[in-house]
């Protein structure tokens, strides 16, 4: 993945997947939520750097879901088809990230 765009703000394609494996292991309501998503991406990355990754990530969503966004690629319109029924998979490469969180 070393040619996965710097779209994220300067995260990494391996910070930005443990980031999203964080946010769905740490509840919401946990107080100090952010410092332990921070420590589980791997230190390098501030309780105050994934919190405005987060804003961001709620932000594209947000813009998503709005129906705003332009399906055009190389100025040709392009269309994705997405079945909603389908469930995600679990890749090896997804289970070592999650190994690496190391959470005990």
């Given at each position: 993945m070393d040619s996965f765009p710097n779209i994220f703000c300067g995260w990494s394609w391996e910070e930005n997947k443990l980031f999203?494996?964080?946010?769905?292991?740490?509840?919401e309501q946990v107080p100090d939520r952010w410092?332990?998503?921070a420590a589980m991406v791997?230190?390098?990355k501030s309780a105050e750097d994934v919190q405005k990754h987060y804003v961001i990530l709620l932000e594209d969503l947000q813009?998503?879901?709005s129906g705003k966004l332009?399906?055009?690629l190389g100025g040709e319109a392009f269309q994705v088809e997405l079945d909603c029924n389908q469930s995600l998979c679990w890749t090896d490469e997804d289970n070592s990230l999650l190994l690496q969180l190391n959470i005990n």
């Open positions: 999203e494996l964080a946010l769905t292991m740490v509840d410092e332990l998503v791997g230190g390098e813009f998503i879901e332009d399906h055009k």
